[in-house]
């Protein structure tokens, strides 16, 4: 059976930037089978990688700075992350998601199946809240990791 992390990424305080700690907390509510663990990895940066090395599959969900419109949900591989079609800066985080895949994957211990959900931020205004841009777009996200494990389910 893989072993599957989904890790929501993201600072609560600053409204849409939070959205990945939003999806997981509404995940967590679900009953998974015991190999699906779901993390509010926050704004652990490196810290966050014993939450998801030595695991099979990683789904990571976080706002993104990218080509778009706000609310857009965007879906990016292990290869567009780490090697080719994306920027460096995936979120706005200091030390981010890339930075911690790159460092466990150097020491060999990165999931093998990797998949960035990003959500382009309507807002980084101080609030607990998502705005409305960010509440449909929590929506989609869901419905994409419904998706992704369904054939695990």
Known sequence: MKKIVIMGVGNLLLSDEGIGVHAVQELSKRNYPDNIEVYDGGTLGLLSGPLFENRDLLVVID?????????????????????????????????????????????GECPEDVIFIGVI?????????????????????????????????
């Open 63 to 107: 706002s993104v700075e990218a080509e778009g419109e706000p609310g857009d949900v965007i879906t990016y591989s292990k290869d567009e992350i780490m090697y080719s079609s994306i920027p460096l800066k995936l979120s706005p985080h200091q030390i981010g998601v890339q930075e911690t895949l790159l460092i466990s994957e150097l020491r």
């Open 121 to 153: 931020p309507d807002s980084y205004s101080s609030s607990t809240e998502l705005t409305e841009t960010g509440k449909n777009a929590l929506k989609k996200v869901l419905a994409e990791v419904d998706k992704i494990l369904a054939p695990y389910l």
